[in-house]
């Protein structure tokens, strides 16, 4: 049997293998502008992406780096700068073949990065409802959802509608496709 493991990312980036999960990197020992955020694997496990609040990117084993937020001359959100991001980053997920990969703000902003196609975001809409939590890549590569904290899904490109939670349940904090 295939033994298992997991990765806790600390906010400096420092990575913590648990069980069979292998020690690619970190970014622990340096000075980050802002905090990370969240950690993703790749596909086969060979490797994580760490995704910082600023929309900084930190590739680690078999994971590609394609880009981020900072490497386009945006400063971070709340930064005073011109050129800044008008929210945090709050998660990133690789593209349907990890050829890419997508950020989300909370304000439901999109950014995509390598082969990962953009489709629209909160902000060209109008704005969505509540803070945005998470973006999924639908399996076509072509669209994904957004899902906000009031449990909203909106769809981008050709991801199709399955629904949402009905109104008044708590508020939702991460989502994940099948």
């Known amino acids: 049997p295939d033994p298992h493991g997991f990765w806790l990312v ?41 995704d910082a609040s600023d929309g900084g990117i930190f590739a680690f084993g078999n994971a590609g780096f394609y880009g981020s937020i900072p490497g386009l001359g945006l400063s971070p959100a709340d930064s005073g700068r011109p050129k800044s991001l008008n929210a945090p980053i709050v998660g990133m997920v690789p593209s349907a073949d ?29 704005g969505c409802s509540g803070a945005a939590v998470a973006v999924m890549p639908d399996a076509s ?8 904290q009031t449990g909203h899904v909106y769809t981008f490109g050709a991801a199709p509608s399955f629904g949402a939670p009905a109104p008044g349940g708590g508020p939702v904090t991460s989502a994940v496709r099948t």
């Open 10 to 50: 600390g906010s400096d980036g420092g990575i913590f293998t648990f069980g069979s999960a292998q020690f690619y990197g970190s970014t622990g020992s340096l000075h980050l502008q802002r905090p990370v955020v969240g950690i993703v694997p790749t596909a086969d496990r060979g490797g994580y992406w760490l």
């Open 98 to 126: 990890g050829g890419g990969y997508f950020m989300v703000a909370s304000d439901g902003g999109v950014f995509a990065f390598g082969d990962a196609h953009f489709a629209g975001s909160c902000p060209g809409i109008g």
């Open 141 to 148: 590569g072509d669209g994904y959802w957004l899902v906000t």
